[in-house]
């Protein structure tokens, strides 16, 4: 049987050309500041253990669930303001916000640390915004976000306290963490204007430099907007030898876990006390598509989806 | 056996000793957390409902259900009734436990029928159904650009989006499953 299904292809025209205005702002808004557009292999030998993210196998290789860990040899070698928009693999993730295979924007600079990078998500997300016609306010089924920086700074442990049933400490002690914050926090955060949701346990920030006078906060954020997950932001961290132990740490859980082991990422781990302080961030292009144009699923702003193939 | 990840809209699974059926089914992750699975999960005897959320390392079994091919006599009083041809024994079903699959009940079509020790609850269609467009607006050529769709009605009542050159007295094939317009079938 054929199935004729170009109607449906066709009916998705208007988001795939917002969807290109977009990336074409953000190019733009990266260039414009002097940023350098670099490109990775999307199959690389050593993906970075991370407890939760599957790689998907290709051949010996994988394909990378993230452009990090050669990017950060490329910031190592001197490369002060980098970014690439690529294609990023994870196995086994398919929801109304996930997809095997989506598009991130991941961006690097040196001698600055997250705070610059919170700078940079208000100037580049209200860039786009102009660029699709929102000046400055926008609809999300139904509420009107605004976008007038700054945008409200929240601790997790903050959150959990405002928003969750109960503390993060507890959350976290129970291994529920993920759970309450998917479910109960999650929500509930950026529905008026972005927030920044900052200050992670040390635990949960693996490449993460943690807090000055504080070692069991990670300088990590995640930016949300209208309870959507846009992006994961670190300050580096650049000691090599913590790293490694974070490394070895993550394989262990992944092994009692039953997940799947990679080799260790030797090449990345050599590069890394070559770089200077540095912070770095991840956005899902997929998820600001699927924010500024109104859309619940992530299917409705790419043309294609696995199951359609 | 299956894990977390087989969770989706409708599969079996058997929960403390009833089988459940899942209603709704989201993943959810948080970017760096682990995987969750949120189900709303429906009782396939009582009918009652309730949200769990799974996670990887959760395992279950499946629902062991017995389907037997059945033929749609007739609807009466919010029931309807089905037949099987080899025994002639015939089980009456709700309203409930024909669910959306009643948009697509044509006369005398034969369909799976689930039970539970022998107790009806549920049905289960051909994936795919040949069915006539009784009303559709006419195909004004003018908005015919791209992506347009229209809502005809077919034979069995049901509502669906197709596209713009379909026309009234028209075969369709729609997907039980999803309810959705796959092809125009001609002859």
């Not at chain 1, 733009?28 to 557009?37: A, G, K, P, V």
């Not at chain 1, 600055?112 to 915004?129: P, Q």
């Not at chain 1, 529905?191 to 949960?204: D, G, K, R």
Request: proline letters at 5%; charged letters at 30%.
């Amino acid at each position: 049987m054929t199935v004729d299904d170009s109607w449906k292809l066709s009916a998705k025209e208007d988001a795939l050309r917002q969807r290109a205005r977009m990336i074409r702002a953000i190019r733009r808004f990266f260039q414009d500041q002097d940023f350098l557009e670099v490109e990775t292999p999307l199959r690389i030998p050593a993906p970075a253990p991370e407890s939760h993210i599957d790689a998907v196998a290709s051949g010996e290789w994988f394909l990378q669930p993230s452009p990090e860990m050669c990017m950060k040899r490329l910031l190592a070698a001197s490369y002060p303001r980098i970014f690439q928009i690529c294609k990023c693999f994870r196995a086994g993730e398919r929801g109304d916000r996930h997809l095997p295979e989506f598009t991130m924007i991941e961006w690097y600079r040196e001698g600055t640390d997250y705070r610059t990078l919170m700078d940079d998500c208000e100037a580049l997300i209200t860039l786009v915004a102009r660029e699709l016609g929102f000046d400055g306010i926008f609809s999300r089924q139904g509420r009107e976000i605004r976008l007038r920086i700054p945008w409200e700074r929240i601790t997790v442990r903050e959150a959990f306290r405002r928003y969750a049933t109960m503390t993060a400490a507890e959350a976290l002690r129970t291994n529920r963490f993920d759970e309450i914050l998917a479910c109960e926090v999650e929500p509930q955060l950026g529905m008026e204007s972005p927030v920044f949701l900052y200050e992670y346990p040390a635990e949960l920030g693996a490449l993460a430099r943690v807090k000055e006078g504080d070692p069991g906060i990670a300088e990590r954020f995640e930016l949300y907007c209208a309870g959507l997950e846009l992006a994961n932001a670190f300050s580096e961290l650049t000691d090599a030898r913590e790293q490694r132990r974070r490394f070895e740490e993550t394989s262990r859980d992944r092994r009692r876990n039953g997940s799947p082991l990679y080799p260790m990422p030797e090449r990345f781990l050599a590069a890394l006390p070559q770089m200077s302080p540095s912070a770095g961030i991840a956005l899902g292009v997929d998820r600001l598509a699927m924010l500024l144009a109104d859309k619940s699923r992530i299917d409705e702003v790419v043309a294609f989806t696995p199951e359609s193939l | 056996m299956y894990t977390a990840s087989d969770l989706r809209k409708g599969l079996r699974i058997k929960l403390d000793n009833d089988p459940f059926i899942v209603t709704e089914f989201n993943f959810v992750k948080p970017g760096k957390g682990q995987a969750l699975y949120r189900c709303k999960l429906k009782n396939m005897v009582n009918g009652n409902q309730f949200e769990r959320t799974f996670r990887s390392v959760d395992v279950f079994e499946a629902a062991d259900l017995q389907e037997k091919r059945m033929q749609y006599l007739y609807k009466e009083e919010g029931k309807y009734c089905f037949m099987d041809n080899e025994s002639y024994e015939q089980v009456f079903l709700s309203e409930d436990q024909v669910g959306e699959a009643k948009n697509f009940l044509l006369d005398n079509i034969e369909a799976e029928i689930l039970l539970f020790e022998d107790r009806p609850l549920g049905i289960s269609l051909p994936n795919f159904i040949d069915v006539i467009v009784t009303k559709a607006d006419p195909w004004a050529k003018g908005d015919s650009v791209s992506g347009n769709t229209k809502p005809v009605t077919v034979q069995t009542g049901y509502q669906v989006q197709v596209p713009p050159f379909i026309e009234e007295g028209e075969k369709i094939r729609i997907d039980t499953r999803s309810g959705e317009y796959l092809t125009r079938v001609k002859g």
